[in-house]
């Protein structure tokens, strides 16, 4: 049998998305990246005798308020360049509230609709800021159904379900690319231990911690991931192999999930510490004084850790420095994490754990 050369090539074109309007929506992104400035690292004034010293990653000051406006921007630009979003795509996400935020502002940018799938119990502040930047909010009663509800309200309407769960860890360009650890390792520079000996933050996504983990090991520094989680949250038992407690959300808000999210990459992660959540709110108030920034409660939990592994190193007599994730502002727990009454109230009484704080600060050493 005889082949015909010219028939024997297959030639076949799926029409994608309009190329000027992807350009134009990109550029968009990136023109609102070129305007902004970095982020803040912040050194801490510890008191005397201390070797070690500590840094707070303001992430509070992007235009929408916290570290997921880097994750809305990423998760954006990987879907537009991949053909994912065009100009009449609604995009849809499961979200507890910060993400959306930040990715209701890209959308807006963009010109496409934006739905965000969230627990009923989000409060009222976080649903004004969404639908501030003209996104659409998709209340649900059973905050596990979240997920499902997002893919299914995207396959109903054609829409795009952005997944921040499963795409955190691979939207971003973790070599560099000014992420989050690049930026960090670059300010650290000219510091007198520039290389941190940890690196703190919990794990929402986990993204922001496959990120520092996997940079860490390409420069091939000597600093270690060290993951703070909060009660109710399912990352620290699996991480030990134990099985996991809970059906109830975590009340640090950002961080701690009721399933292992497929972002969470255990294998970069060297270290994990469970916080109280009665000790993340004592180490938020305590920081807030020291820092003169009120960040929010999932900082309070990576202050805990931080200065846990600061006593640590303070009694090996290791100098260095810690660098730890400030997340969002506290502005937006007024009315939570932020109200003495309310913690009470929930049983989340802050001043035994105050009082460890202000002791291990003092002395450099970690109580009991
Ligand atoms: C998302 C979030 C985190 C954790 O970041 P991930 O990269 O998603 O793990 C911490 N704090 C706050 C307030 C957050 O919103």
Redesign the pocket.
């Known amino acids: 049998m005889t082949t015909d050369p010219v028939a024997a090539l297959v030639d076949v074109a799926v029409p994608s998305v309009d190329r000027a309007w992807t350009a134009e929506a990109v550029r968009r992104i990136r023109a609102d990246q070129t305007r902004s400035a970095d982020t803040h690292l912040v050194k801490l004034a510890m008191p005397p005798g201390w070797q070690v010293d500590l840094y707070v990653k303001d992430e509070s000051t992007h235009p929408t308020g ?3 406006h880097r ?1 809305a921007r990423s998760l954006f630009l990987h879907a537009l360049c991949t053909g994912w979003i065009g100009p009449d795509t609604t995009v849809i996400e499961a979200s507890s509230g ?1 993400t959306a935020v930040s990715e209701a502002y890209f959308a807006q940018m963009i010109g496409v609709r934006f739905v965000a799938v969230m627990a009923r119990s989000t409060s009222a502040a976080k649903i004004a800021l969404i639908e501030r930047e003209g996104g659409v909010c998709h209340l649900v009663d059973d905050p596990s159904t979240v997920y499902d509800v997002a893919r299914q309200l995207a396959e109903r309407s054609g829409g795009f379900y952005l997944d921040q769960f499963t795409f ?1 860890e691979r939207a971003t360009d973790w070599r560099g690319n000014n992420n989050i650890a690049e930026s960090i390792f670059d300010q650290m520079a000219a510091e007198p231990h520039p290389v941190p000996s940890w690196v703190v ?9 496959a990120t520092i983990g996997r940079f860490t090991r390409y420069r091939g520094v000597d600093t270690r991931v060290c993951v703070v989680d909060p009660e109710r949250s399912v990352f620290l038992p699996s991480y030990s192999g134990r099985p996991a407690p809970t059906e109830l959300g975590s009340r640090i ?3 701690g999930r009721p399933r292992v999210e497929p972002s969470f990459l255990p294998s970069v992660v060297d270290r994990m510490l469970g916080v109280p959540d009665a000790a993340s709110a004592a180490a938020m108030g305590f920081l807030a004084e020291r820092l003169g920034r009120r960040m ?1 409660p ?1 900082t309070g939990t990576s202050f805990y850790g931080a200065l846990r592994l600061a006593c640590e190193m303070r009694a090996q007599d290791r100098a260095g420095s810690i660098v730890l994730l400030g ?2 502002p506290a502005d937006r727990y007024r009315d939570s994490f932020g109200d003495q009454e309310w913690l009470i109230a929930h049983d989340l009484d802050p001043r035994p754990y105050r009082a460890l704080v202000e002791q291990a600060w003092e002395s450099g050493q970690w109580p009991g």
């Open positions: 916290s570290l997921k994750l910060s955190a933050v919990g794990a929402g996504t986990g993204g922001t911690s808000e950002g961080i929010g999932s997340c969002d």
